[in-house]
């Protein structure tokens, strides 16, 4: 379970903040090596444990680099350490799970550890892959026996964290941000987050203790700002490369280039709902110039439909006149999981004969053989653009 889990997160990655902190004069530090045998005859002390899976913070002043990075690539081994980790039930996960070190402080009589707590399913079926980051604070003995331990801060699609503190006075302040209006995220507007703020503590005995100070307050998120200085047409044609092969193949549709929001206006739906607006690309692909028009190539890469479970790319064609001018365009295949196609391209005339297969989402865990849907579309671009389709059965 925990290849599979590690194999699915490989990709994720999360931007922590980064604060400058002053460097640690002094601590009294007491080293301890008890040793707790586990499993195959191993024996591994506490110092190994940090020294393999943590780095020590060598700063008075606290930030979000206390926790480490916090790209998912470096999980534990929960068997070889399961001694030293604490229970996982410090959060409500439905998914796998897995721990990833951060930094740790060793003061004379006990050690304070940082340590991420992923959780693969968040529980908001919006995203396919909602993975949670929590941030969690362990108090050990000297010898490494939990004490106490507390999950300070969350970071995910819907949550932001914020932390400050000083290791001298064993203070910590935590901003925590989660999304008010989830369903904001999946459209191209600005994002409101409720914000509450944590003290955490610690006492003379090792014990956490947490207040929440004042009230809580809304900060927004601003979209991404759209491009001031507009683009050409001719901007526009430098993102694909000429197709000047004597034939013609698929790989028109070979992607090249992402297109940014300067290059909106060229797109017709380019910020079409049908796909979670934050996780749709545009890619520029190849441009084919006959007579007295452009013919170019383009993929939409959707990540996270709006409706339904599973990703999708879609191949366009689109036509222009030689002033930039859109005459016509054309979906003529999508790719993905439940979706298998076959094209064959030609010219002259410029014609595209796409052999389409769907599957039903339900025989997706189905041995074969699978029920697919076949059909076979003809898609012609005339000298003068447009762009006509025949199906045939």
Request: proline share 3%; charged share 25%.
């Amino acid at each position: 379970m925990m290849k599979t889990f590690i194999l699915t997160l490989l990709a994720l990655i999360c931007i922590s903040g980064k604060g400058n902190g002053e460097k640690l004069h002094s601590f009294p530090i007491q080293t301890a090596q008890a040793n707790v045998k586990i499993g195959n005859n191993r024996n591994i002390s506490f110092q190994s444990f940090l020294s393999r899976n943590l780095r020590p913070w060598k700063q008075t002043k606290v930030s979000m680099q206390i926790f480490g990075d916090s790209t998912i690539k470096d999980l534990m081994d929960e068997g070889l350490y399961a001694a030293y980790l604490p229970s996982s039930d410090l959060c409500s996960c439905k998914g796998d799970m897995g721990w990833q070190g951060g930094c740790y402080v060793q003061y004379k009589g006990f050690v304070i550890v940082f340590l991420h707590l992923f959780c693969m399913d968040g529980g908001h079926k919006e995203f396919m892959e909602d993975i949670v980051d929590n941030l969690v604070m362990v108090i050990y003995s000297k010898d490494g026996k939990v004490i106490d331990k507390r999950v300070i801060g969350k970071e995910s699609f819907l949550d932001f964290t914020r932390i400050t503190g000083d290791i001298g006075k064993l203070i910590f302040t935590v901003e925590q941000g989660s999304i008010a209006d989830v369903n904001k995220y999946s459209k191209y507007k600005d994002l409101d987050f409720n914000v509450t703020k944590h003290i955490y503590s610690i006492d003379k005995n090792q014990r956490i203790h947490e207040r929440t100070v004042g009230k809580s307050w809304t900060e927004t998120i601003k979209k991404k700002s759209k491009v001031t200085a507009e683009k050409s047409f001719a901007d526009f044609l430098k993102m694909f490369p000429r197709w000047d092969k004597p034939y013609l193949n698929d790989s028109v549709f070979t992607s090249a280039t992402y297109l940014g929001d300067e290059f909106e206006r060229f797109i017709p739906g380019f910020q079409k709902r049908e796909c979670e607006t934050r996780e749709l690309r545009w890619l520029s692909c190849y441009c084919l110039e006959q007579d007295s028009i452009y013919v170019l190539f383009v993929v939409k890469d959707c990540s996270i439909p709006c409706e339904g479970s599973y990703p999708y790319a879609d191949d366009f064609i689109l036509t222009y006149s030689k002033d930039g001018k859109l005459i016509d365009y054309c979906p003529i295949a999508r790719h993905g999981d439940l979706w298998q196609v076959d094209t064959k391209a030609s010219y002259p005339p410029l014609t595209f004969t796409v052999r389409q297969g769907v599957m039903d989402d339900n025989e997706v865990n189905v041995d074969p053989p699978k029920h697919v849907t076949v059909s076979t579309s003809i898609y012609k671009v005339g000298q003068n653009g447009k762009i006509t389709k025949d199906i045939t059965m």
